[in-house]
C-alpha cells in the first residue's frame, strides 16, 4: 500500500508546531497502525532525519500509551480499538492520513505526538485508592459483592486512562476517565469508606487541572477504546450530590 501520511511535528513543548506530509510506499495491510510507523521511523533514520515521537507500550490495547488523532478521531476509525490494535487492512491503497496529538490544554505537547498526561496521574492519586491493609490475598468470598455491582466495578475498571475521551470531547473534559475510576471504587464494598470523600476530590483535582466542564456531548463515549459508559459519569454526579448534601469538602 501506498499512503500520504500528514503528521504533526513539534520539536519540544514551546515550539510552534506543523503538519509535515510522508510518501509511505511500503505498508503492508496485516502492519499494525504503530508498525507502519515504526517502519517510517526507520526510513527517515536512514535518511539522517529526526524520526516522529510517538507514545506506546504494550501494543496490546491494555496500557492506554498509544494516543494520537487519526484523521480527526482519537484512535481512528476503528470503534473500541486503540491505535496499537488497529491495522492498516482498514486502510486504502492512496489514503491521505493525518495524525496528531491529543489537543487539550491539561495534556500538553511534550514533542510530536506525545503528550503530558500526568494530570490523570493526580486526578488518580486524590482519590483513586482505598485505605485497607494489604498482606496475603483474601479468601474470594470474605468479602462478598453483588453480581451487579461486581459487573459495574469491572467494566468501570476497564479504563486504561488514554485519554481519548479528553481528546475528542469539544470541552476537553475528563469526566469520563474521572467517572470511571471512582464508579470502580465506589461500586465495591470496600470502596465505601472513602466514597464521598474520594468523588469530592477527584472532581476538584479535575477541576484544578484544566479540564472542561461535561455538557453530555457522548463523544467520549463514542471514541472510547474501552466502552466505558456514560453512565458511569451518572454515577459520579448522584455521588457528588450525595457528598454535597453530606457537606463533603475535598
Ligand atoms: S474512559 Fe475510555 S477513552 Fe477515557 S481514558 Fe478511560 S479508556 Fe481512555
Ligand atoms: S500501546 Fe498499550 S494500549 Fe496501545
Known sequence: MRLTLKIWRQSGPDAPGRFVTYEHNDVNPHMSFLEMLDVLNQQLIQKGEEPIAFDHDCREGICGMCSMVI??????????????????RHFKDGDVITIEPWRARAFPVIKDLVVDRSAFDRII????????????????ASILVPKPDADRAFDAAACIGCG???AACPNASAMLFTAAKVAHLN????????????????????????????????????????????????????????????????
Not at 478521531?73 to 486503540?82: I, N
Not at 485508592?129 to 498482606?135: C, E, P
Not at 472510547?224 to 469538602?249: F, Y
Open 187 to 250: 461500586s465495591l464494598p470496600q470502596g465505601q469508606p472513602e466514597r464521598y470523600q474520594r468523588v469530592v476530590r477527584m472532581v476538584a483535582q479535575m477541576e484544578k487541572e484544566g479540564f472542561g466542564a461535561c455538557t453530555n456531548h457522548g463523544e467520549c463515549e463514542a471514541v472510547c477504546p474501552k466502552e466505558i459508559s456514560l453512565d458511569t459519569i451518572a454515577q459520579l454526579n448522584r455521588d457528588l450530590l450525595a457528598a454535597s448534601l453530606r457537606g463533603v469538602r475535598p
Open 71 to 88: 484523521n480527526g478521531v482519537p484512535h481512528g476509525p476503528q470503534r473500541a480499538t486503540t491505535t496499537c490494535q488497529l491495522h492498516m
Open 164 to 166: 481519548a475521551c479528553v
Open 125 to 140: 492519586a486524590a482519590g483513586g485508592y482505598i485505605s485497607v491493609n494489604t498482606g496475603s490475598a483474601p479468601e474470594a
